[in-house]
């Protein structure tokens, strides 16, 4: 059974970088034709998509953050990553890893993180 | 604003079918068979019950059936059981601005 979980710092201060990994386990990361990606949800409100990342590392990104996003993957710790710079309050939100593009059939439990000084 | 346009709340009582709505433009849900459908409990992750507009992962009952007209997608759930209660989200692959944009999510109440 294919599990994702997410870690990093659950609190980042305004301005700084937020930086996520979701560990892949139970499936390689590359064997197969799948996308890897992020979404987060502010609390209260809906779902929005980041962006995600092919095994060789091809991209697609939210414009609305393309100018703040970097998804990298790691094949070797078959895990992939989320750095989200020059964060602000309205960046508070739980982050999900997912596999997918299109449609996220495995989803991480997801992951809190509060922007705050 | 989201993309698309979910209703913000349905309710039903038990045993009955109801449908959620999901209306998008030619440049998402009309224009391709890219339309999903989520169910998300409180505090938990969102779980895939429709793909490709109709299609359902292994294991989701098909109590779950989902359809497209035009630039609406539907979401029917018959045999409406408490469990259903949650908060469901529609998404489509998008030709403008991102490649994948979701509903604003509608809550569903099981009366």
């Known amino acids: 059974q294919l599990q994702l979980q997410e870690s990093g710092p659950g609190l980042v201060k305004p301005s700084e970088t937020l930086s996520l990994t979701c560990t892949v386990s139970g499936g390689s990361i590359s064997s197969s034709s799948y996308y890897w990606g992020w979404i987060r949800q502010p609390p209260g409100k809906g779902l929005e998509w980041i962006g995600s990342i092919y095994y060789s590392g091809s991209t697609y990104y939210n414009p609305s953050l393309k100018s703040r996003v970097t998804i990298s993957v790691d094949t070797s710790k078959n895990q992939f990553s989320l750095k989200l710079s020059s964060v602000t309050a309205a960046d508070t939100a739980v982050y999900y890893c997912a596999r997918g593009l299109t449609d996220f059939d495995y989803w991480g439990q997801g992951t809190l993180v509060t922007v705050s000084s | 604003q989201s993309a698309l346009t979910q209703p913000a709340s349905v309710s039903g009582s038990p045993g009955q079918s109801i449908t959620i709505s999901c209306t998008g433009t030619?440049?998402?849900?009309?224009?391709?068979?890219?339309v999903s459908w989520y169910q998300q409990h409180p505090g938990k992750a969102p779980k895939l019950m429709i793909y490709d507009v109709s299609n359902r992962p292994s294991g989701v009952s098909n109590r779950f059936s989902g359809s497209k007209s035009g630039n609406t997608a539907s979401l029917t759930i018959s045999g409406l059981q408490a469990e259903d209660e949650a908060d469901y989200y529609c998404s489509s692959y998008t030709s403008s601005s991102t490649d994948v944009v979701f509903g604003g999510g509608t809550k569903l109440t099981v009366l």
């Open positions: 030619s440049s998402d849900v009309g224009g391709y068979n890219y």
